[in-house]
């Protein structure tokens, strides 16, 4: 078995859904039998969040508290260290020790590309996993050390296709998936919920649209938008969970309630691993858009949230990112790219829900569990290497 220092973005935002974007690559190369050291830097000021206070400053505390409470309760065993790179402070071990975790390491996943210390290079082999296609490859995200690395894997499962419009920044971007343990999905989550909305949880607008060679990118409110009126198309309950700015906020959940949306504080229902999870588990299935970005450059972006509702056993219904192209779709996960498509899609799943939720599962398990994803990303790593 091998040792890997898996580097990641929990302790800065701990947050339910960014947590366990993270988490579920600790806990099955945890499952798997590997030895485990999670870090993370600071890389920037004030950029520890605390849910709680909604403010941001540089005590990482909230977020360490959050991490060990997650390794705790599942039984991982991992260490946890974090380096301020401003003032050299390190939480769970000294300077010398990280080194020597470093030197020792097998491999470096540096997942999402938002920590990088010199210090990396210790470590004989470096992967990257980008969470963000299309924004990493343009520069947005991952440009500390991009050259760094052995292995460069994404997201953007159709990065390299000949109708996948993201730039390869002269990198062979290899395929990959957001793992799921469905362990921790499948217990308690009960029966089908007739009345019961679809939901999603959102960032309505994130960090903003870009322009890339005099084309717009944007986020997922412009393609919500689009959407608005699907609650005057369908009977079926519509719920989105937003967080963003609380003065666009605000506006925006008039709009959306007007048009028949029903509308949660998202970042109240991200608050804990509790509250996130019976709110997922509490729902009806998923209906979600996707960034504008992944939907328009045709990324084949797959949500590590969403596979969070196929392990429950609650149905997807989402916008085609290009995922329709790799993985099958029509039971348990339909893809829609209008308004007309997306009535289709709930209409379809209402139909036949059992058979729906069962095959969620069946995806999750066949496509997203950590047993299939993180074994075939360690094989394709050492046949690189």
């Known amino acids: 078995m091998a040792r890997i220092v898996v580097c990641g973005y929990m302790i800065r935002h701990p947050v339910a859904g960014n947590l ?52 705790n309760t599942y039984g991982v065993n991992a260490t946890v260290c974090y380096v301020n790179r401003d003032t050299g402070t390190i939480y769970g071990a000294d300077w010398e020790e990280i080194k020597q975790m470093l030197k020792r390491a097998d491999l470096l996943l540096n997942i999402g590309g938002v920590c990088w210390l010199p210090e990396f290079l210790l470590c004989k ?29 994404s997201y953007g499962v159709n990065i390299g296709q000949p109708n996948c419009g993201i730039p390869r920044d002269g990198i062979e971007w290899l395929p990959t998936v957001p793992p799921v343990v469905p362990e921790i999905w499948m217990e308690n989550s009960g029966e089908e919920r007739a009345d019961s909305p679809f939901t999603t949880i959102a960032n309505w607008n994130a960090y903003g649209g870009v322009t890339y060679k005099g084309e717009h990118y944007g986020q997922k409110d412009q393609e919500f938008m689009r959407l608005l009126e699907l609650p005057s198309y369908c009977s079926q309950k519509l719920e989105l969970a937003l967080a963003g700015r609380n003065a666009e906020i605000a506006e925006v959940a008039k709009s959306l309630q007007a048009a028949g949306w029903l509308v949660k504080d998202g970042r109240e229902i991200s608050a804990s691993l509790s509250t996130y999870r019976t709110y997922l588990i509490g729902s009806r299935g998923e209906f979600s858009v996707a960034k504008q970005a992944y939907v328009k450059s045709r990324s084949g972006w797959f949500s590590d949230r969403t596979v969070c509702y196929l392990a429950a056993g609650r149905p997807a219904i989402l916008q085609d990112t290009g995922f329709s192209d790799w993985l099958p779709t029509g039971q348990g996960v339909l893809a829609f790219s209008s308004l007309e498509s997306a009535v289709g899609c709930i209409e379809r799943v209402n139909k036949n829900y059992q058979a729906h939720s069962q095959a969620a599962r069946e995806l999750a398990e066949q496509f997203f569990s950590y047993k299939v994803v993180l074994p075939r990303l360690l094989e394709t790593v050492l046949i690189i290497f």
Do not use: K
């Open 125 to 153: 082999q470096r992967v990257l996993i980008d969470m963000d296609p299309f924004f990493t490859q343009i520069g947005t995200f991952a440009t500390e050390g991009r050259n760094e690395y052995h292995a460069y894997f």
């Open 20 to 71: 366990l974007a993270y988490f579920h690559y600790l806990l099955g190369l945890h499952h798997l039998g590997h030895e485990v050291v999670y870090l993370e830097e600071s890389g920037w000021s004030e950029s520890c969040y605390n849910p709680i206070t909604r403010n941001y400053n540089d005590d990482p505390h909230v977020g360490l508290h959050a991490v060990q409470t997650l390794i």
